[in-house]
């Protein structure tokens, strides 16, 4: 695949740069008044000295600030534009993620019930560091201490059963628990670990 043609922004007439460059601090505070923040006041100007440095031509000279500030308020109305849409954008996502997140109390329960079911099937230290701290939200430092172990071996012994735990979920609900199905209807025991 060849590689993209490189393309240069049009060159800027003298008289538009020195116009510009001799009223960038007026710009520059139109803009922060605006925006509230300098950083984005700077984003919006480098943009618009960019957009507009090939449509100066039929601009007359006395004309020039005047109209770059048209220019400036047109950025600004739309980075507000933008802003609106990403936020309603984000909201959105939100509640989506809300939703997805509130599963039905009767299918977490089955959920709890199977893997409960499955944990109890791996070696009871194994066990019983999920039981602590997966669910009862027990502090690794704390499940360590309780069991006369440093805190980096529990959290070896953590991660472990949490291992051996996805196996036993994978041996017991096949490409369920790839797939993240939500009926846990699968009744067969799984081996022992």
């Keep these: 695949m060849d590689a993209p043609e490189r393309v ?25 008044r605006r925006l509230g923040s300098r950083e984005a006041a700077e984003d919006v100007l480098q943009e618009a000295f960019v957009r507009s440095a090939g449509h100066t031509a039929d601009v007359p000279d006395d004309a020039l600030v005047p109209w770059f500030y048209r220019v400036l308020r047109n950025a600004v109305v739309d980075r507000f534009r933008r802003r609106g849409a990403e936020d309603r954008a984000l909201a959105a996502f939100a509640r989506e993620l809300d939703l997805a997140d509130a599963a039905p109390e009767e299918v977490r329960g089955e959920i709890c019930a199977c893997i409960g079911r499955l944990a109890g099937t791996l070696k009871p230290e194994y066990s019983a560091a999920l039981a602590a701290v997966d669910v009862h939200g027990t502090p690794v430092k704390d499940f360590a201490q309780q069991h006369g172990l440093t805190t980096s071996n529990a959290g070896v012994r953590l991660f472990r059963a949490r291992a051996a735990l996805r196996k036993q979920v994978a041996a017991s609900c096949g490409s369920c628990a790839d797939h993240g199905c939500l009926d846990c209807s699968c009744q067969q025991p799984p081996p022992e670990v």
């Design 8 to 32: 240069d922004p049009p060159a800027v007439e003298p008289r538009v740069a020195d116009a510009l460059v001799a009223n960038h601090r007026a710009f520059l505070a139109y803009l922060e």
